[in-house]
């Protein structure tokens, strides 16, 4: 199910280890929006691998972007600039190509698309609430993710740990608590909190790596706009 929402334009903050800061960042960036993609970059986008239709890359085997971490919303205009956004992940067989890619690259952290719909046009929804459980959607189609408490439909397993900073199951927006930033942003980490590779909630400044994944919107954009362009 879509969910009716308006874009994100400004972004909050995000963590990658499991120590949180006590001291709340400020962003010296306000106003920020989502970038338009570039014609010749979504030409010769890299192709990394690829899954029903959708081609993706990790920015740590691109070599001018293998030692690049960015904050969540600089990792969705990144990626957008190729013609796609932050890899969603919406069966077990995409999770399971993504937790792959973390496990046998050692990779520590990566961003998804998946955001909390905790700003303005979120509120007054029923259907959001408890936002913990119900709120999550991926921001790169706009899809509704399933309840955090529940396996997902056609899943043997819930992707999200079992465990935290505050030995709790996830989403748990521990940082919240530390100094009052949102855990907004959907990460997949690590064995950070000996967990193994798990979805985590995180605050949205953070930097990180990414992986892109094919937007079919961007893509239809530039293919109607840039007549003859190959894609």
Request: charged content about 20%; overall charge neutral.
């Amino acid at each position: 199910m879509k969910l009716a929402c308006a874009a994100l334009c400004v972004v909050i903050a995000v963590v990658a280890t499991p120590v949180l800061s006590q001291n709340r960042p400020v962003s010296n960036r306000p106003g920020r929006f989502l970038s338009l993609p570039n014609p010749q970059k979504c030409a010769s986008r890299p192709k990394q691998f690829s899954y029903r239709g959708h081609n993706y890359f990790f920015t740590g085997h691109v070599p001018a972007l293998a030692n690049k971490k960015m904050d969540w919303l600089d990792g969705r205009n990144l990626c957008r600039e190729y013609c796609m956004d932050l890899v969603s992940l919406e069966t077990q067989e995409e999770n399971n190509m993504i937790f792959r890619l973390i496990q046998q690259n050692d990779v520590p952290y990566i961003w998804t698309s998946g955001r909390l719909c905790d700003f303005k046009g979120c509120e007054n929804r029923p259907d959001l609430e408890p936002k913990n459980i119900f709120g999550w959607f991926w921001s790169a189609n706009r899809e509704k993710m399933a309840p955090t408490n529940q396996t997902p439909a056609g899943w043997g397993y819930n992707p999200w740990s079992s465990t935290g900073h505050k030995k709790q199951k996830q989403p748990d927006n521990a940082e919240f608590d530390i100094n009052g930033t949102s855990e907004s942003c959907l990460s997949i980490l690590n064995n950070v909190y000996n967990d193994g590779i798990a979805w985590h909630d995180v605050a949205c400044y953070h930097e990180k790596p990414v992986v892109c994944e094919d937007s079919d919107e961007l893509l239809n954009y530039v293919r109607g706009t840039n007549p003859g362009l190959r894609l």
